[in-house]
């Protein structure tokens, strides 16, 4: 019998995400693309696994390595993919352009490399600009430079401006993105050519709140699979659908009297009789080892909480309250049931730190 725990990753839940993050960044007149973002490893859900799910109704897939890109490639994906770093040397062109990957180019010298490589194929390109996240894109300073490479290169396509809030899921986003979006303008004033390209700035955060940062491609990433990115609304209320519900179940039951510790460090004293049920789950599967002990968790269909320090392979919940509960009951630690949401806030994260890190060890099961 192998462990009793799972991962069950619900392929029409990602879809209907998929088509929720379209349709709000269609709202009005809006013909927005989407790209579904499906860096590390479709944030925990399985590269294929996610790109199998969407393949019909994705307008493309977003991701970093070129390694996944041509997997995705090698497994039949057909749409735009798009890689968000771009590329890292100038090797890897030749993949890039063997596997009509389209390309964000976020320093100069990339155009430089693009140019010298003198490529059988034009490739199109995503202009990443740097708005004021800090992070990765071309400065207002290096545009000439930009213009004059882009003019000189017979490498690139098609360009596509692009740009990313460092704001839009906090309490701060409606200013934070209205001063982004006027430096991104600012930054194209006088370049009349860029302002005939498309153009692409929104996540999920931005793509449901602000509206008016939809325009030609979005880039959902945590909302397809089923996690909110505002601390202040859960995922539910957004319309969204848990795509990853990680489940296990109870292998022991300790009765104990009051005064009595749970776990490493002790650091659960008991103050009434408990009845404490152990559940197959540890950080070793990647649940967090800094949950604290309340952190919420479902047993049998109902609520409870975690008692004291999450264990490698183990960690220990309170069924007091749940008699019916003991050996074999059903447990989910997030997912159907439980947000994600919900579990990463008492443990001081996202969801996103959650999803990513589910373990290998922890069997997938599709639905
Ligand atoms: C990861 C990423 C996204 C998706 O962000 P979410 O907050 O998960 O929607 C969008 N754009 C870029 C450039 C990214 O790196």
Known sequence: MPRPIAARIDGGALRHNYLLARNQARRGEGRARAWAVVKANAYGHG?????????????????????????????????PILLLEGFFEAADLAVCAAHDLTLVVHRLEQLQMLRRASLPVRLPIFLKLNSG????????AELPAVRRELAASPAVSAVTLMTHFAEADGDGGEACITWQLERFAGMLADWPEAA???????????????PQTARDWVRP??????????????????????VMTLHSRILAVQE??????????????ARRPTRVGVVACG???????????GTPIVVAGQAT????????????????????????????LWGEGLAADAVAA???????????????RVPVVEV
């Open 196 to 210: 005939t390209w498309p153009v692409s700035l929104a996540n999920s955060a931005a793509i449901l709140r602000y």
């Open 47 to 79: 590269l294929l696994r996610a790109a199998r799910a969407l393949a019909d109704v994705a307008d493309g897939f977003a991701l970093l390595d070129l390694e996944e890109a041509v997997r995705l490639r090698d497994a039949g994906i057909r749409q």
């Open 133 to 140: 996240m800090n992070r990765l894109g071309l400065t207002a």
């Open 346 to 360: 008492a443990a001081g994260t996202i969801s996103y730190e959650l999803f990513c890190a589910l373990a290998r």
């Open 305 to 332: 909480t975690t008692l004291g320090r999450v264990s490698m392979d183990m960690l220990a919940c309170d069924l007091t309250d749940l008699p019916a509960a003991g050996v074999n009951s059903p447990v989910v």
């Open 256 to 269: 104990i009297a009051v005064g009595e510790r749970v776990g490493y460090g002790g650091t659960f004293v």
């Open 283 to 293: 950080y070793a599967d990647g649940y967090p080892r800094h949950a604290p002990g």
């Open 221 to 242: 990433g945590i909302m397809l699979y089923g996690g909110s990115p505002f601390a202040d609304q859960d995922a539910a209320s957004l319309g969204l659908k848990p």
